[in-house]
């Protein structure tokens, strides 16, 4: 997960093993040195960036230091043919009480059935947009021209409005905070534009998000090399999300949400998970991804 490096005081707890130099950077980036840590999970990446678990953070510190920058959060999502019947509703109750609820909030529904995006009544400052967008043949398509859209958004509409952008798969349901204290201001074709001998973490195209100015480039730097892979008659082998990965790889995010902002539930029981915030909702691909 990208985002920005302009919150002063945030309140993160680093590991025991943490060097004093990773420590500095996080003092020169205007952020205080905790003073405890979780030595159950890994809270710090190789290059220095927080790794955000329960336990590590204050939500309420986070919560007013936004609200006095005025910070604001688009959440953007993709309900294309029957995704849209059979997720979108689900969404986007369970956002209005889950995700970024002390701040203000716009919901950008990207579909082919605009006049099918249900009627939500809204709180404070929460507001949704819809923007219409081609339906592709392929169901792999529409996920790759994913990227081409937000960038679109961002630029014609998001820009003015939104400081922080987040990006969501639509076939999934918040179940607890996913709040403030996430915004901070591989694959084996060998040809494709996606391709990596070696990575860190994989990164989930479910979640992604950080200030306009970072989702805009990066989206727009994936769309170029997905064209690029086309062009040559390619594909990545898991698409979009391969070529988030490599960008991710190559332009290091400064805070990484850990798995309980993106869980399913057929994985089970994990002693390191005190919360889950954000759920998979049931996965029907053999009626979904049929195209008419």
Known sequence: YLGYREVMNILLWFP??????????????????????????????DWG???????????????????????????TVFAV?????????????????????????????FTDVPERVPDIQLGPERSLKVVRVQRHSRWQDISMMHMRAIADAIESQIRQYSRYVFCFDVDQVFVGRFGSESLYTYDR????????????????????????????????????????????QMEALWHDESHLNKYLWLHKPSRVLSPEYCWSSDIGYRGDMHVTRLLWAKKNYDTLRVTV
């Not at 980036?29 to 710090?44: E, K």
């Open 189 to 232: 074709n060998p040809r494709s534009r996606a391709y990596m001998e070696t990575g860190d973490f994989y990164c989930h195209a479910a979640v992604f998000g950080g200030s306009w100015q970072t989702v805009k480039n990066m989206t727009e730097t994936c769309y170029q090399t997905i064209m690029e892979d086309k062009e040559n």
């Open 49 to 75: 960036s927080p790794v955000i678990w329960d336990g590590m953070f204050d939500p309420d510190h986070y919560d007013q230091e936004h609200r006095r920058n005025h910070s604001s959060v688009s959440l």
């Open 81 to 109: 043919g029957r995704y849209l019947d059979a997720y979108l509703e689900a969404l986007l109750l369970s956002a209005e009480r889950h995700f970024m609820v002390a701040l203000p909030v716009t919901y950008y529904v």
């Open 16 to 45: 025991e093993s943490l060097s004093e130099s990773s420590k500095k950077h996080y003092v020169l980036a205007g952020l205080s040195v905790p003073t405890r840590s979780r030595g159950d999970v890994q809270t710090c990446t």
